[in-house]
């Protein structure tokens, strides 16, 4: 076969997407044969074991640096699906979150206090007017997506510009952060996120779709019916860029573009990426279409209490790293995951071989 | 029926057990009514919302302390029935691995560091023999323990002494602690813990007994013949103290021993304690039969990949923290649990209230 021309060529996500490279093989290597080295049993870190050999990649080093301090960008938008009373929680409520982010009152910042990070705060579609503030970058691309569920949720040029404001947020944020983690506010997004978890995985809406924040079984049938019928729109299994922007632009959300661009972007700069729950999942497997290369550079957090978020990682193959049946967003999942691959990268770092230690190793 | 008598009373183990209260129910309400209010939908930080109730029960007041710096006490010791080829790895190498230890070259010191806690080693009964360092707390109880295949692991006069030098760690420890953490090492101790969880649960050998640090077939058979072995000559699930003590002396470690007493120590002192995976796991049995209100301060940091860790913690009614497939041991798990216990008291602590933030709530 002929090789495909460059997506998006001369776009910011074109040059993007083309700046992605794989992790670093040898540096992968040499982490392996240090880990085995090193005074412990071998694979007796477990998965750890595979975040410091990943991290190795990422960073083209054995050992890598440690991830930190990190940067979380908390990508905000409305949802015009919030019409079909998908969610008992006003849609006020978004831009009244953001307030309490750029307060310092929600959990994602006393999680950001805990782990040294940066709390960014990005406004991609938020419906109600804010006031602009320190630690608040305004790239609205409208106010809130249309109706995924009576027709397409934004244009191809919405979601494209949407894209490309997470990718310029990777862009600031990631020279100086050791790695960057996804954030997420917009009151109904689990339903676009569902949705979307539908149109990338071929999965049933009723599996994919979940009780978000804590909806009664009246609500979540019409929340199934409205996945349902949206899905039906997009053809199933975008297999190139070009539909993958398509069916984000038919059923996603603002910020589940932002966050596709955000992967994207960390990857463009060899930074390692936390994934944290059900919208980041979504974002993820259009990222995923895009460039598949990106993933290369994510960790996903923890598994979401959130029905579909489990079907994302597994067809995106990553495993998580806490399962702690959390379904808050904000980020707060992928923060409380961000110790451990400090952990694992100091580990790689700084733990003693048998060699070096005088440790004898085990026989046979 | 009757009160039974106070157990092992006028011992330090005797008042240790008289001085563990349970946890403070009304702090725990006071912690669930605060996180039903703050700024996040109810429930929505799931296991984390059980951890920051059970640290205010534990604090006795609403919202807990912050439970850093941590302290972690790894408690090194040898096994008899090492001599039954149960492992590839030298005896020498527990000695080595406290070498290791106290010049901050294993994965516990990287952990450790990245946690920003201390490390206390404590020898309770390493065959070779060590020389006094900075960090060594010397309370060797006996050379290793006598071979468990053969007869009793140690007299009830030993066991009880280990029991003691725990508690005594976590007497001295737990004033300057947010929290305590159990580390271990010992080679052949998982041969210990899984005859242990049979005698405490009843479970099958076969399945109670995993491959440690990495055996092969035969080895995994002969362990499995020498705990089904020795647990044919315990009384199957100890009921009182007393027998609690018996069956851990029969079988046991004097790390297990030393660990059962930091457990009770640690609750004594209404302190927090990081179980870390196997070993801890069949110490907790332990102090669970001497003094079942003690494990209300514990918190199982992660599920160990060894096979009776599991059975333990599903007896004990504990839910591990972390599932990152384990098998080190040092306290590692525990540690790396450590920032989400520490999240859950921040979140408790700092998030605002909707009252407070002008958060509309949900409606319905």
Known sequence: VASAPAPFAGTLLGTTIAAVARRDRAAERA????????????????VLEDVAAQLAGIAGRCPAPLPTPATVAVF???????????????????????????????????????????????????????????????RKVRRGTADLAEGPAMTLEEACRAVEAGIEVATRTAPGSGS???????????????????????????????????????????????????????????????????????????????????????????????????????AALVAHV?????????????????????????HLGLRPLLGLDLRLGEGTGAL???PLVTSAARALRDVATFDSAGVTGKSG
């Open 31 to 46: 982490a392996r044969e240090r880990l085995d080295r090193m005074t412990k049993p071998p694979g007796s870190l477990g």
């Open 76 to 138: 905000a938008a409305d949802h015009g699906v919030h019409a079909q009373g998908v969610t008992p929680w006003p849609q006020e409520v978004t831009g009244q979150m953001v307030a309490n982010f750029l307060a310092g009152g929600a959990v994602v910042n006393a999680f950001a206090a805990e782990m040294g990070a940066e709390v960014v705060v990005v406004d991609v579609g938020v419906a109600t007017p804010l006031d602009p503030a320190e630690g608040l970058l305004d």
């Open 336 to 338: 409380l995951a961000l």
């Open 180 to 282: 960057l983690v996804t954030g997420d506010m917009g009151i109904a997004n689990t339903t676009a996120s569902a949705a979307l978890v539908c149109a990338f995985t071929g999965a049933d809406p009723a599996a994919a779709t979940g009780r978000g924040t804590g909806i009664d079984d009246p609500t979540w049938e019409r929340k199934v019916g409205v996945v349902a019928r949206a899905v039906r729109r997009v053809p199933t299994q975008p297999s190139t860029p070009e539909e993958a922007l398509a069916a984000l632009a038919e059923v996603g959300g603002l910020e589940h573009a932002a966050l596709a661009g955000f992967v994207l972007g960390a990857a463009a700069h060899r930074t390692p990426v936390l994934l944290d729950g059900a919208i980041a999942g979504a």
């Open 290 to 314: 895009l460039c598949p290369a990106a993933l290369e550079y994510a960790f996903a957090g923890h598994l979401s209490h959130e029905a579909g978020h489990g079907l994302a990682l597994v």
